[in-house]
């Protein structure tokens, strides 16, 4: 029996986790349920799994919540301590961190602390945090599985193969919905357009990021930190119709990739059941409807995401963070129709230009350069 805590339990990476757990509540069991301020659907789910405790950010929606479930059995807690609450109550043995951005870092470190194994879905602690979250893990001997559908490819791929060389890891992308476009035709696109993504579905933070690139850029840090390897030695293809969802490259020439649908509770599951392949609620591939496989080389000069994000992770220390932050204040700026869409990189840019890197930035030192963003953007574009 695995005894699940989900953080972030009514976003994208949540819903689709109770999906997996529905189907296999033989073997799961969900303890702790938590989210930003969805509370008519953090009731539902609730009423329906029965965790021993949920938390909700937002202290007046907890207080809402409270009464609304006052005749089940579950106990209610608010704010970040009601989240470190969630993650690290005793019952549980995986965390799943279906939270977005650099919110989940606190939360993280304090699961890894409890001894908690993570499924990690929030990229951005990685990001960040990833010189804290890594030796910690190990120091505490939990496991770090990658439900982010490129890593859980990786992850897989490396399966059984300590022993063997890697050349490269070849990340794939799917473009997103503006694959092929110039920068001309980038200048007024609308944050609707930005949200249709051909092939995946998605939290709305990580498909704008994905329309950007700078998921992608994102997802190479993420990678440095999980697989141990430098960001030149992880290469970039873009997979339009994202059936390779990533590979490794061995010193002899063999690549060995993960191919599958596109449905992300595949990653959630294996993240689940590792190393385990078991039935899961996606639908079967149809190689015959799919056809074709393409490859192509992804436009840097256009999505500057990408090459930002390289920049970031090989000047290292605080500057991933920096990059983080700017993208998340731009990426929620940008939904909300106050920027266009290339403004996204100016911001990013600037941020980097502007920042003295910090070596080995504390937690403290994170939330503060966090805060230093917001601040800086806010006076200058509000
Ligand atoms: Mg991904």
Same mark, same amino acid.
């Given at each position: 029996m695995k005894h699940l805590s989900? @953080?972030?339990s009514t976003g994208s990476i949540g819903t689709q986790t109770l999906d997996v757990v529905r189907m296999h509540s033989d073997s799961m069991k969900v303890e702790a349920l938590s989210c930003g301020r969805n509370i008519d659907l953090l009731e539902k789910q609730i009423r329906e799994f029965h965790p021993r405790i949920a938390a909700v950010c937002d202290e007046s929606a907890a207080a809402d919540l409270r009464v609304r479930v006052a005749d089940t059995s579950t106990s209610i807690f608010s704010g970040m301590d009601g989240l470190i609450e969630s993650v690290t109550l005793p019952e549980a043995d995986i965390v799943i961190t279906g939270i977005v951005g650099m919110i989940g870092i606190e939360p993280t470190i304090a699961a890894i602390r409890a001894g908690k194994d993570i499924a990690l879905a929030n990229k951005e602690t990685c990001v960040c945090a990833g010189h804290i979250?890594?030796? @910690?893990a190990k120091k505490m001997g939990v496991r770090i599985l990658p439900v982010d559908s490129e890593h859980s490819a990786i992850f897989q791929s490396l399966m059984g193969r300590a022993d063997s060389k890697i050349r490269k890891i070849l990340l794939t992308a799917s473009g997103g919905p503006f694959l092929g476009k110039t920068k001309r035709d980038l200048e007024h696109v609308t944050v609707k357009e930005a949200l249709s993504h051909p092939t995946w579905s998605m939290g709305p933070k990580v498909t704008i990021d994905s329309a950007s690139l700078c998921n992608k850029g994102l997802e190479v840090m993420e990678a440095r930190w999980l697989f141990d390897v430098d960001?030149?030695?992880?290469?970039?293809l873009i997979q339009p119709?994202?059936?390779?969802?990533s590979?490794?490259?061995y010193e002899d020439g063999s690549v060995i990739g993960q191919i599958g649908p596109s449905d992300m509770r595949i990653p959630i599951q294996f993240a689940l059941t590792y190393p385990n392949h078991i039935p899961s609620p996606a639908e079967?591939?149809?190689f015959f409807k799919a056809g074709r496989m393409d490859f192509l080389r992804p436009d840097t000069e256009t999505f500057r995401g990408l090459p930002l994000a390289y920049r970031a992770m090989r000047e290292g220390g605080s500057m991933p963070c920096i990059f983080n932050a700017a993208n998340e204040w731009a990426n929620a700026c940008f939904r909300r129709g106050k920027i266009h869409f290339l403004e996204i990189y100016d911001i990013i840019e600037e941020a980097m230009d502007e920042h003295v890197r910090i070596d080995s930035p504390s937690v403290e030192d994170l939330l503060a350069i966090r805060d230093?963003?917001?601040r800086h953007f806010d006076e200058?574009?509000?």
């Open positions: 989900i @953080l972030g979250i890594m030796p @910690l960001v030149d030695r992880i290469q970039v119709q994202s059936l390779l969802h590979a490794v490259e079967e591939l149809d230093d963003i917001n200058k574009y509000m």
